[in-house]
Nanobody, 112 residues
Framework: EVQLVESGGGLVQPGGSLRLSCAAS????????MSWLRQAPGKGLEWVSG????????TYADSVKGRFTISKDSAKNTLYLQMNSLKKEDTAVYYC?????RGQGTQVTVSS
């Protein structure tokens, strides 16, 4: 079973940027569709972005469209989420998901 480990979260000021990574082990990301999800304090799990198996179709929630970019490096077996122009409402634990496998999450806090 594939293991997913997210990293790159942290504390950032509004308007700042972060790049999240999701490293996979025990399997390949090549040819696999993947997603990023997030869970804000006191709220349910929210889908943020997805990338298709070929890596050329990328979709985004309206709340992050134009600010976030999903990408996948199959050679490094890593999924990324570049987050720009961060807002306080982006504060959440971010998870990557592949099929039924999900990582442990990485905390992103946007605060001045």
């Amino acid at each position: 079973e594939v293991q997913l480990v997210e990293s790159g979260g942290g504390l950032v000021q509004p308007g700042g940027s972060l790049r999240l990574s999701c490293a996979a082990s025990g399997g390949t990301l090549r040819g696999i569709a993947m997603s990023w999800l997030r869970q804000a304090p006191g709220k349910g799990l929210e889908w943020v972005s997805g990338i298709n198996s070929g890596g050329f179709i990328r979709t985004y929630a309206d709340s992050v469209k134009g600010r976030f970019t999903i990408s996948k490096d199959s050679a490094k077996n890593t999924l990324y989420l570049q987050m720009n122009s961060l807002k306080k409402e982006d504060t959440a634990v971010y998870y990557c998901q592949m099929g039924t496998s999900r990582g442990q999450g990485t905390q992103v806090t946007v605060s001045s």
